[in-house]
Protein backbone atom coordinates (compact mmCIF):
# COMPACT_ATOMS: atom_id res chain seq x y z
CA UNK A 1 0.00 0.00 0.00
CA UNK A 2 1.37 3.29 -0.91
CA UNK A 3 0.84 6.80 1.26
CA UNK A 4 0.09 9.52 0.38
CA UNK A 5 2.74 12.65 2.01
CA UNK A 6 0.88 15.10 3.45
CA UNK A 7 1.31 18.40 1.76
CA UNK A 8 2.67 21.29 3.94
CA UNK A 9 0.81 24.73 2.94
CA UNK A 10 2.70 27.32 1.16
CA UNK A 11 2.94 30.52 3.35
CA UNK A 12 1.23 33.41 1.54
CA UNK A 13 3.52 36.31 0.84
CA UNK A 14 3.75 39.69 3.10
CA UNK A 15 3.55 42.81 0.98
CA UNK A 16 4.30 46.21 2.90
CA UNK A 17 5.65 49.11 2.24
CA UNK A 18 9.22 50.06 1.70
CA UNK A 19 11.22 51.12 4.40
CA UNK A 20 14.35 52.87 4.96
CA UNK A 21 15.78 49.58 6.44
CA UNK A 22 14.93 48.17 2.25
CA UNK A 23 16.83 51.09 0.27
CA UNK A 24 19.96 49.63 0.27
CA UNK A 25 18.62 46.21 -0.93
CA UNK A 26 16.11 47.97 -3.52
CA UNK A 27 18.95 50.01 -5.16
CA UNK A 28 21.26 46.68 -5.31
CA UNK A 29 18.27 44.71 -6.21
CA UNK A 30 17.50 46.96 -9.82
CA UNK A 31 21.41 47.33 -10.74
CA UNK A 32 21.63 42.89 -10.32
CA UNK A 33 18.72 42.49 -12.17
CA UNK A 34 17.77 45.63 -14.44
CA UNK A 35 21.27 46.51 -14.36
CA UNK A 36 20.83 49.86 -12.73
CA UNK A 37 18.01 51.81 -11.45
CA UNK A 38 17.17 54.45 -14.43
CA UNK A 39 13.98 53.36 -16.35
CA UNK A 40 12.06 54.86 -19.07
CA UNK A 41 8.59 54.81 -20.05
CA UNK A 42 7.30 56.55 -22.81
CA UNK A 43 9.85 59.29 -22.97
CA UNK A 44 9.79 60.07 -18.96
CA UNK A 45 12.64 58.96 -17.17
CA UNK A 46 12.08 57.29 -13.80
CA UNK A 47 14.37 56.66 -10.77
CA UNK A 48 13.24 53.44 -9.56
CA UNK A 49 15.09 53.48 -6.40
CA UNK A 50 13.32 56.81 -5.47
CA UNK A 51 9.74 55.87 -6.37
CA UNK A 52 7.11 54.45 -3.73
CA UNK A 53 6.49 50.65 -3.92
CA UNK A 54 5.63 47.48 -1.82
CA UNK A 55 7.98 44.45 -0.93
CA UNK A 56 6.88 41.00 -0.42
CA UNK A 57 8.44 38.74 1.99
CA UNK A 58 8.13 35.08 1.87
CA UNK A 59 9.24 33.16 5.29
CA UNK A 60 10.55 36.46 6.32
CA UNK A 61 12.77 36.94 3.30
CA UNK A 62 12.73 39.74 0.09
CA UNK A 63 11.19 37.60 -2.34
CA UNK A 64 9.83 40.21 -5.20
CA UNK A 65 9.02 44.16 -5.36
CA UNK A 66 6.85 46.61 -7.29
CA UNK A 67 7.42 50.55 -7.56
CA UNK A 68 4.88 53.08 -8.89
CA UNK A 69 4.61 56.45 -10.08
CA UNK A 70 1.35 58.13 -9.65
CA UNK A 71 0.77 61.73 -11.70
CA UNK A 72 -2.54 63.79 -12.95
CA UNK A 73 -4.65 60.67 -11.05
CA UNK A 74 -3.03 58.02 -12.83
CA UNK A 75 -0.69 55.24 -11.09
CA UNK A 76 1.73 53.68 -13.15
CA UNK A 77 3.32 50.45 -12.50
CA UNK A 78 7.16 51.11 -13.14
CA UNK A 79 8.74 47.86 -11.93
CA UNK A 80 7.38 44.54 -11.09
CA UNK A 81 9.71 41.80 -10.11
CA UNK A 82 8.87 38.23 -8.28
CA UNK A 83 12.44 36.32 -7.05
CA UNK A 84 9.79 32.95 -7.02
CA UNK A 85 7.01 32.55 -9.22
CA UNK A 86 4.26 30.51 -8.61
CA UNK A 87 4.19 31.44 -5.04
CA UNK A 88 1.49 34.68 -5.07
CA UNK A 89 3.92 37.48 -4.90
CA UNK A 90 3.17 39.28 -7.79
CA UNK A 91 -0.61 38.59 -7.55
CA UNK A 92 0.03 39.87 -3.85
CA UNK A 93 1.91 43.22 -5.14
CA UNK A 94 -0.22 43.82 -7.84
CA UNK A 95 -3.36 43.63 -4.91
CA UNK A 96 -1.20 46.57 -3.25
CA UNK A 97 -1.01 48.63 -5.94
CA UNK A 98 -4.39 48.47 -6.84
CA UNK A 99 -4.84 49.34 -3.61
CA UNK A 100 -2.55 52.49 -3.37
CA UNK A 101 -4.05 53.54 -6.45
CA UNK A 102 -7.32 53.63 -4.88
CA UNK A 103 -6.41 55.22 -1.86
CA UNK A 104 -4.68 58.25 -4.06
CA UNK A 105 -7.80 58.52 -5.84
CA UNK A 106 -6.50 57.62 -9.49
CA UNK A 107 -8.67 57.00 -12.40
CA UNK A 108 -6.51 54.15 -14.09
CA UNK A 109 -3.32 51.82 -12.60
CA UNK A 110 -1.30 50.93 -15.85
CA UNK A 111 2.07 49.35 -16.65
CA UNK A 112 3.89 48.95 -19.46
CA UNK A 113 5.50 45.58 -21.30
CA UNK A 114 7.19 44.06 -23.86
CA UNK A 115 5.64 41.29 -26.58
CA UNK A 116 8.49 38.95 -26.03
CA UNK A 117 7.54 38.86 -22.19
CA UNK A 118 4.93 36.16 -22.78
CA UNK A 119 4.35 35.43 -19.01
CA UNK A 120 3.64 39.00 -18.40
CA UNK A 121 1.20 39.53 -21.06
CA UNK A 122 -0.70 36.50 -19.40
CA UNK A 123 0.11 37.66 -16.02
CA UNK A 124 -1.10 40.56 -16.36
CA UNK A 125 -4.71 39.74 -18.45
CA UNK A 126 -5.71 37.27 -15.67
CA UNK A 127 -5.53 39.95 -12.82
CA UNK A 128 -7.85 42.40 -14.87
CA UNK A 129 -5.85 44.23 -17.44
CA UNK A 130 -6.54 45.02 -20.21
CA UNK A 131 -4.24 45.79 -23.37
CA UNK A 132 -5.34 49.27 -24.40
CA UNK A 133 -2.27 50.11 -26.60
CA UNK A 134 0.82 48.82 -28.53
CA UNK A 135 3.82 51.30 -29.28
CA UNK A 136 5.98 49.89 -31.84
CA UNK A 137 9.41 49.94 -32.19
CA UNK A 138 9.33 52.11 -28.94
CA UNK A 139 12.55 49.90 -27.75
CA UNK A 140 14.56 51.57 -29.93
CA UNK A 141 13.42 55.21 -29.58
CA UNK A 142 14.48 54.25 -25.56
CA UNK A 143 17.65 55.49 -24.69
CA UNK A 144 18.27 52.63 -22.61
CA UNK A 145 17.89 50.37 -25.83
CA UNK A 146 21.36 48.98 -27.63
CA UNK A 147 21.31 48.88 -31.14
CA UNK A 148 21.81 45.37 -31.53
CA UNK A 149 18.80 44.89 -29.40
CA UNK A 150 16.33 43.18 -31.64
CA UNK A 151 13.02 45.39 -32.45
CA UNK A 152 10.14 44.96 -29.97
CA UNK A 153 6.90 46.50 -29.67
CA UNK A 154 5.79 47.84 -25.84
CA UNK A 155 2.78 46.81 -24.75
CA UNK A 156 0.15 49.28 -22.40
CA UNK A 157 -1.88 47.32 -20.26
CA UNK A 158 -4.47 49.46 -18.16
CA UNK A 159 -6.82 48.73 -14.86
CA UNK A 160 -9.53 50.75 -14.05
CA UNK A 161 -11.66 49.88 -11.15
Known amino acids: MQTV ?10 VQPFTEQDTEWK ?23 THPGFIALLEGN ?18 LESLKEGRGIGTALI ?3 KAAARDADCT ?9 NVDA ?4 QKRGFTLVAVHRDAHHRSAQAQATDPPHWQLRYSYTR
Not at 27 to 49: A, K, N, P, Q
Request: glycine share 6%.
Open 108 to 116: RLWLITSND
Open 5 to 14: KERTPLTEPV
Open 62 to 79: RAGLLTYHIQNQECEITC
Open 121 to 124: LRFY
Open 95 to 97: EAA
Open 27 to 49: TRFFHEHWGGTLMISRGVTHHLD
